[in-house]
């Protein structure tokens, strides 16, 4: 299959889709749980200086020796300042000491200076007012090593998404991969399984225009009427079957008479094999009928794909025999197809089997024919094989258990 087919490039775009979609469902996940994470921090670490910071202006009685990273500003009765060593530029907030000495309510704000924040906090103490200035720092700097482990542990996270999501995508796939696969396999089974029967009824219908020509009279052509109208029926059973292949199969068939079978195959090429000068003959069991069990259109196509690939590897004046014979317990019946046509190398005795296989010295491609005849087969609980050589010809076997 090439890169530029279109059920390829639809399956990769699906999975590229699948891929993307999973990736950020994970990202959106992951930024909703960051942000939450990193508000509830902040909050908690805002609520527990603010409780430090009040605690520090209702508590401390002097200005001497205050929690690292607070300063206190005193102001008494009598207006005199004191205050902490090596405050802040820009404090104390003298406005709200002197508003809070006036008889005002306690006072708490959030001040930028320089970039930083601080958080002030001025309330009444005895006979005189008391401003604890708390820097936010520590808070910003715990917030942004949060943020980058966040941001670390998110990219991990979205490397894992992309890889499961690839691989979810492609296990979620795989059905429509194998939908479209067996939807092209039965196009190219239909097709071929198709071609020839069209190809016979095409002939008979040359013969009848012939015939017509001619003057012939009708008992002349009642035998190619007869046959065309017994290759339109195989034709729709052909169909028929081809669609009975794609369905569960709820039963093993019927008892078929594989003789009848190869008898009216032998028929319907017996035509083709006339005008490329090539003997095809029938050798019937001689023990009987050659019952076995399955479906008549199934295995009428393995006898037509047998016969159709020995008189394409036959030249002119060659031979084609069918042969039917049984075979002991367990009973089998076997149906060779023999033919003195160009052979095969005995090393692609099995590759022949496979579809669209190449042999190994003339890479000879042995196309679908082979490979639908042995999946029928091995459908029917038989098995087929071959053997030949170079220029000496070649014979197909098939052995299927016998009805009953």
Same mark, same amino acid.
């Given at each position: 299959m090439s890169g530029h087919d279109p059920d390829r490039l639809l399956l990769r775009r699906a999975r590229h889709?699948?891929?993307?979609?999973?990736?950020?469902?994970?990202a959106l996940i992951l930024l909703l749980t960051g942000a939450f994470v990193i508000g509830a921090a902040d909050h908690s670490r805002r609520i527990a200086?603010?409780?430090?910071?009040?605690? &520090? =202006?209702?508590?401390?009685?002097?200005?001497?020796? *205050?929690?690292?990273?607070?300063?206190?500003?005193?102001?008494?009765?009598?207006?005199?300042? &004191? =205050?902490?060593?090596?405050?802040?530029?820009?404090? *104390?907030d003298r406005a709200a000491l002197d508003r809070v000495r006036a008889g005002g309510p306690a006072e708490s704000s959030t001040t930028d200076i320089g970039g930083t924040d601080y958080l002030v906090v001025t309330r009444q103490r005895g006979d005189g007012v008391v401003q604890v200035v708390g820097s936010m720092a520590e808070q910003e700097q715990e917030r942004h090593r949060l943020l980058a482990a966040l941001g670390v542990a998110g990219m991990l996270g979205l490397a894992a998404a992309a890889v499961a999501g690839a691989l979810l995508a492609r296990r979620a796939t795989a059905p429509l991969g194998e939908a479209l696969a067996r939807q092209r396999r039965f196009v190219a089974d239909a097709s071929h399984e198709l071609r020839t029967p069209l190809a016979q009824l095409h002939t008979r219908a040359q013969l009848l225009h012939r015939d017509l020509r001619s003057g012939a009279s009708p008992a002349q052509m009642t035998p190619d009427i007869e046959q065309l109208v017994a290759g339109t029926r195989q034709l729709g059973e052909v169909v028929d079957d081809l669609l009975l292949s794609t369905q569960p199969r709820g039963d093993d068939g019927v008892d078929v008479d594989l003789g009848v079978v190869a008898a009216g195959v032998v028929t319907a090429l017996g035509t083709r094999a006339e005008q490329d000068s090539i003997e095809l003959t029938l050798s019937p069991d001689p023990d009987g009928p050659s019952l076995v069990r399955g479906r008549e259109a199934a295995l009428r196509r393995v006898v037509t794909a047998l016969v159709d690939n020995a008189l394409s590897h036959t030249s002119a004046g060659g031979h084609v025999v069918v042969e039917l014979r049984s075979q002991g317990e367990p009973r089998l019946v076997i149906l060779a197809v023999r033919d003195d046509g160009t052979g095969f190398d005995p090393a692609d005795a099995q590759r022949i089997f496979d579809r669209f296989a190449r042999g190994?010295?003339?890479?000879?491609?042995?196309?679908?024919?082979?490979?639908?005849?042995r999946e029928v087969v091995t459908g029917h609980g038989g098995t087929v094989d071959a053997a030949g050589q170079p220029?000496?010809?070649?014979t197909f076997t098939v052995r299927l258990p016998a009805a009953g």
């Open positions: 889709v699948l891929a993307v979609q999973n990736v950020v469902a994970v200086f603010e409780r430090s910071v009040d605690q &520090t =202006a209702a508590t401390e009685d002097d200005v001497v020796d *205050p929690p690292a990273g607070m300063w206190i500003f005193k102001l008494d009765g009598h207006g005199r300042l &004191t =205050a902490t060593d090596d405050p802040p530029g820009g404090f *104390p190994h010295g003339d890479q000879r491609r042995f196309g679908l024919g082979l490979a639908l005849a220029g000496e010809g070649a």
